[in-house]
């Protein structure tokens, strides 16, 4: 940042970090700044470390294998689990519930919408307290109930009482997305979160899987008679117990920052922080800042990635409760309409690893992120405008529409490597998040009752939204190339200055002209 730029740079508030540190200008300033609470939390270790720190890259390796192996799996169980959780309704749908609770018209509609009514009224609380409070016990606790509540659904015995159940589900539900993206952002440099948060989120496909192959089993022995439980109350306990079970593992292992990782040495600890340096981050602020808030709401990516959050999840919110019905409506019963969705989750395994893989290693996620769209808009395209008569078509482009997760999973790597000040972080993650329930309330009513078998009005209002979904990721790209290339040319002046340690000062991305946005 040279002189000129600082002196031409907008007021703000005073407790904006970098501008204390700009008027300082001297070292015992800067020593001053680093002991106060606005700093980040890996200061404690990289202001005693200092400058002098190193590692070979056969350590960092091993690290980086060490943290894999022990955060990784907790996060990809427990996604996987989620997601099973929301979608037994889909499976619970085709195994008698609606009979038992004698739902009509759209009532089974609202049971989808309602879940994310509770995520929507509780996404930005819970993310102030993900901030707040110690990241990886408060989201064991949100399991751990959720589970609970999971279970209580066996026990509902009526339109009413489902409602209530599915409502507290989507507010304890609200915590596991922002909270791992925050994980993720803790122990991972930027080119490497995309690829592990399509890992872990891909245990959204391996669990479509399962849960398929459960319930098609459960169902055949439900239909010979053998449970002593209908089958669909079997599903909600079965999968609540699971939920709660690895709750309590999360609680026990998962460490809330690498600070405080007992599976790592004090050494290993300071290489964990050094070796994110370069994320311009840091793990973690536990203080709330206006002026960071105020920049979440004036930054137009902020704003791109609700739009996206929105539209891609009317998609997401009909299909993902409503896919054994599509199935079904293809012509294919019921009990093939459980099995016949295993693929669809295989489809979203291989994309989301694979494409978030390829955008780490080239740099560019958010092109396969697109590519991704563009599957799902050609799979959908097959569901709606092929003739009934080709069953076997109709059902490969459902498949097809497995892909549409990687967009969604793109911009959320890209809220983790591409925002950068705790509070800012937690707030935009907060937005994406409410628009994303927004779209999940809106999905599941575009599928009317009225329009049964073939819901021809959803379907094209599911063609719409994919390509829209496209034009704005590619709006995403050109926003963050054009200010990277700003940042470049700012950084080649020869009075740019540089703050010691000011990646673990909690600047915002806006704040810190060293900072580039991942494409």
């Known amino acids: 940042m040279s002189a000129a730029d600082v002196e031409k740079a907008p007021v703000r508030e005073p407790d904006s970090p970098i501008e204390k540190i700009m008027s300082a200008k001297d070292a015992e300033g800067v020593k001053a700044h680093l002991t106060e609470e606005d700093g980040d939390e890996a200061l404690k270790i990289v202001h005693d470390e200092g400058a002098g720190f190193t590692m070979t890259p056969e350590e960092e390796r091993a690290l980086l294998r060490k943290i894999d ?101 989507g507010l304890f539900e609200a915590s596991v997305s922002p909270g791992f993206a925050l994980i993720t952002s803790q122990w991972y440099k930027v080119n490497e979160q995309g690829s592990r948060t399509g890992i872990w989120f891909s245990f959204n496909g391996f669990a479509q899987i399962f849960g398929g192959l459960v319930a098609y089993g459960l169902s055949k022995d439900d239909a010979k008679g053998s449970l002593s439980i209908p089958g669909w109350k079997v599903v909600f306990v079965l999968t609540g117990t699971l939920t709660i079970f690895f709750g309590f593992v999360l609680l026990a292992f998962l460490p809330d920052s690498p600070l405080n990782a007992r599976f790592l040495s004090p050494r290993e600890k300071a290489m964990a922080i050094e070796r994110i340096r370069g994320n311009n981050q840091g793990v973690g602020n536990k203080h709330f800042k206006w002026y960071q808030f105020k920049e979440a709401l004036t ?95 109709r059902l490969i482009g459902y498949y097809l529409t497995g892909s549409s997760a990687t967009g969604f999973v793109v911009i959320l790597s890209l809220i983790s490597s591409n925002v950068a000040g705790y509070t800012k972080k937690t707030t935009v993650s907060a937005l ?59 950084k080649a002046s020869p009075d740019y200055v540089h703050v010691p340690n000011q990646e673990f000062l909690d600047l915002t991305d806006g704040e810190n002209l060293e900072f580039r946005y991942r494409c």
């Open 432 to 490: 994406y998040l409410i628009f994303y329930c927004v779209g999940n309330l809106i999905g599941p009513q575009v599928f009317q009752a009225k329009d049964a078998p073939r819901y021809t009005p959803a379907l094209i209002t599911i063609v719409v939204c994919f390509i829209i979904c496209i034009f704005i990721l590619l709006g995403i790209w050109y926003v963050n190339h054009r200010e990277n290339v700003r940042r470049d040319a700012l």
């Open 69 to 169: 192996w022990h955060i990784l799996p907790m996060l990809c169980v427990i996604y996987g689990l989620q997601f099973l959780d929301k979608t037994c309704l889909s499976y619970a749908s085709i195994m008698g519930i609606q009979t038992f609770a004698h739902l009509r018209g759209q009532q089974y509609s609202w049971l989808g919408s309602i879940f994310y009514f509770g995520y929507l009224v509780w996404e930005y609380p819970t993310n102030r307290l993900l901030q707040r409070l110690p990241l990886a016990k408060y989201t064991a606790f949100n399991v751990i109930v959720w589970g609970t509540i999971l279970a209580c659904m066996a026990g509902a015995k009526n339109w009413s009482g489902l409602m209530a159940v599915r409502f507290f589900l």
């Open 299 to 393: 930054d137009i990516r902020t704003w791109l990635f609700v739009a996206y959050a929105l539209i891609a999840d009317i998609p997401n919110g009909g299909i993902t409760n409503f896919f054994s019905i599509i199935i079904t409506s293809i012509g294919y019963t019921s009990q093939q309409s459980l099995l016949y969705g295993c693929p669809a989750g295989a489809i979203e395994v291989v994309t989301l690893i694979g494409f978030l893989w390829l955008g780490d290693r080239f740099g560019n996620r958010i092109f396969w992120g697109a590519f991704s769209e563009a599957i799902s808009l050609l799979g959908m395209l097959l569901v709606y405008a092929l003739p009934t008569h080709l069953k076997v078509g």
